[in-house]
């Protein structure tokens, strides 16, 4: 029965009968049948079995068969209920519970599975079978509505064939782990709906996002200054607020004039630097061949006399060299930047110094690790992503800048339909001027929240933990014979990176030849392991060096016996190779 536009009154809820499903899979909400329809007790009873079936396709996969052959609960009929039956519509309130616990039951139950080592990170599919569709899983879009219940599979599949990154075996990238608290801040921030760029609409997260900025200058050592910051869609782009920043306070005329009114500007960067630094000086229009890369040493540290002479270089070439920016904590290597002679250079040719501290920043929680960024207080702006090491949700990545006012006078275009200068209230309060983009997602509250959840001493204890279990690898790999490091050295941060040398490759003599046949060798390995679903960890060749895995710890479900895990299978896959 379609009972959409009949006035039909939305069930009550009615509080569940406790069974094996609703320990496994369901928070527990029943919902009576005769208030689903106005069908006969002989169709109810078919239609538990209906259900039962139902329940199964919503939440089941291949590693739940049999479990739920018991199930005498049921869920609501949602084959005739609609978006448009939903809030805002009229009698809306209660299916509109129903289906988003439901939601949320699937959420639930793909959260267990996440946490649960034996379940599999990815059940792998090619992008030409996603596009052809997967059993009933259709990604095409549909021109009349679809049923509720459809949009439930398809909540379902559309996690079914995602990736667990909380997984304790995802070590793929440097941002992993799905924390509870985040989570639940995630979920506000969705409900709540709102845009950062007027204090107006978003009060609380604005006051929040300053409390955050100031908590942070303070552990980045600025504490006596005013200084400032924005909270941004990702490090790539608070790596291009902090040179945009500091093209202008050089160049101000920059934002009137453009480029053209510029001598030709140059940029230094380490050579193992992430490549947000040359995306930023194509988009600013800065060119990449004014991105200057300076020698780093074996550990991939930034050398600063190497750097020195390539200021001078450029000075002589007659370019006008006008930031660095350095790294603390390189993408592969884990490597950081001496900050502190970097600093000195830069004061030296009066260059603003940049830090790109995305995936290290996380090591200034900790007592025992921060001095690995000593000198990041005499920076001019740093990039921190809270998303990495710190645990927070996807996204969360602040840029930070010294120098108060800056973002905004480089930013500002003063719309006058949104950053009315006669409001009611202090307008030193709306952030959306500071910002290259309009609309700007709340993405402060799960990092508050979660610095409320576990404190300060919470994040040094996560980070602290995730060194230790770099150098437990660090240890076992030393010692393992068919593993090489890349570089010896006890881990900085937590990567960890080796190769896997099949018992095959030990006899080919000529280097070249082992070299071509070890740069296959971990690509093989993670297509297996993908295929397999074991387990995820990255790999690339990087300068002269072959592909070699890169290991990364950010996830806090992971434990020693997962690195064992790891170890084993990258030996299990790849012996035969
Ligand atoms: N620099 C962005 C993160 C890259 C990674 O997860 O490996």
């Known amino acids: 029965m379609d009972f959409r536009g009949h006035g039909f009154v939305s069930p009550p809820i009615v509080k569940p009968k406790k069974t094996n499903f609703v320990s496994q899979t369901v928070t527990g909400y029943h919902i009576g049948m005769r208030n689903l329809s106005t069908r006969s007790k002989g169709v109810q009873v078919h239609e538990v079995q209906r259900r039962k079936k139902y329940i199964y396709g919503v939440q089941g996969d291949e590693e739940d068969k049999g479990k739920f052959d018991n199930i005498e609960s049921f869920m609501p009929d949602f084959s005739n209920v609609y978006a448009s039956d939903l809030l805002p519509s009229q009698h809306g309130g209660e299916f509109t519970e129903c289906f988003l616990l439901e939601v949320v039951d699937i959420l639930l139950c793909y959260i267990r599975k996440t946490f649960d080592e034996k379940s599999k990170i990815l059940d792998f599919h090619h992008p030409h079978q996603l596009l052809e569709g ?23 599949d559309t996690l079914k064939y995602g990736v667990k990154t ?75 607020y902090g040179i945009l920043v500091a093209r202008y306070k050089k160049f101000p005329e920059v934002k009137t004039k453009g480029m053209a009114a510029l001598p030709q500007i140059a940029l230094f960067v380490s050579e193992h630097s992430h490549y947000s630094i040359r995306k930023t000086a194509a988009v600013l229009g ?10 780093c040493d074996e550990r991939g540290k930034m050398i600063p006399l190497e ?32 900050l502190d002679n970097i600093a000195d250079v830069c004061e030296r040719h009066s260059l603003w110094m940049h830090v790109d501290a995305a995936w290290g920043g996380g090591l200034l929680m900790s007592k025992k690790h921060s001095y690995k960024l000593r000198g990041i207080e005499r920076a001019n702006s740093v990039t921190w992503n809270p998303h990495k090491l710190m645990g927070v949700p996807l996204q969360c990545s602040v840029v930070l800048i010294r120098e108060k006012g800056l973002l905004e006078s480089c930013n500002q275009m003063c719309a006058e339909y949104l ?6 209230y202090d307008v030193g309060y709306d ?45 076992i790999l030393k010692k393992k014979e068919n593993f090489e490091l890349v570089f ?13 040398i099949p018992p095959r490759l030990k006899s080919i003599s000529d280097e070249y030849e082992r070299q071509q046949e070890l740069q296959k060798i971990a690509p093989k390995i993670k297509a297996l392991m993908i295929e397999e679903g074991t387990t995820m960890v990255s790999y690339q060749p ?36």
């Open 134 to 156: 997967l059993d009933g899983f259709n990604l095409e879009l549909s021109e009349e509505p679809e049923p509720l219940e459809q949009l439930l599979v398809d909540c379902r």
């Open 166 to 240: 909380g997984h304790p075996r995802f070590f793929n990238q440097l941002s992993s782990g799905l924390d509870m608290i985040g989570l639940a801040g995630e979920w506000l921030t969705a409900t709540a709906n709102t845009n950062m760029f007027t204090y107006e609409i978003s009060p609380v997260f604005i006051v929040m996002e300053m409390i955050l900025l100031k908590k942070m200058h303070e552990i980045i050592g600025w504490g006596e200054t005013e200084a400032d910051g924005i909270f941004s869609p990702g490090g790539s782009i608070s790596n291009l």
């Open 286 to 295: 800065l060119g990449t061949d004014n991105v200057i890369e300076v020698k």
């Open 307 to 338: 750097l020195e002479e390539n200021v001078l270089r450029a000075k002589r070439m007659g370019l006008t060299p006008f930031c660095v920016s350095a790294t603390a904590g390189t993408t592969v290597y884990g490597a950081f930047d001496p």
């Open 419 to 424: 950053f009315q200068p006669d409001k009611h």
């Open 431 to 475: 952030t959306g001027d500071k910002t290259i983009q309009c609309g700007r997602h709340v993405d402060i509250f799960k990092l508050w929240l979660m610095w409320k959840a576990k404190g300060t001493s919470g994040f040094e204890v996560q980070i602290n933990t995730f060194m230790e279990l770099a150098d437990y690898l660090y240890k």
């Open 488 to 500: 010896d050295g006890e881990p900085e941060l937590s990567n960890v990176c080796f190769w896997y």
């Open 542 to 577: 990087h300068e002269d060096k072959v592909n070699f895995f890169r290991m990364v710890f950010s996830n806090p479900a992971t434990k020693q016996s997962d690195v064992d895990f790891l170890i084993d299978e990258i030996e299990r896959l790849g012996k035969a190779l």
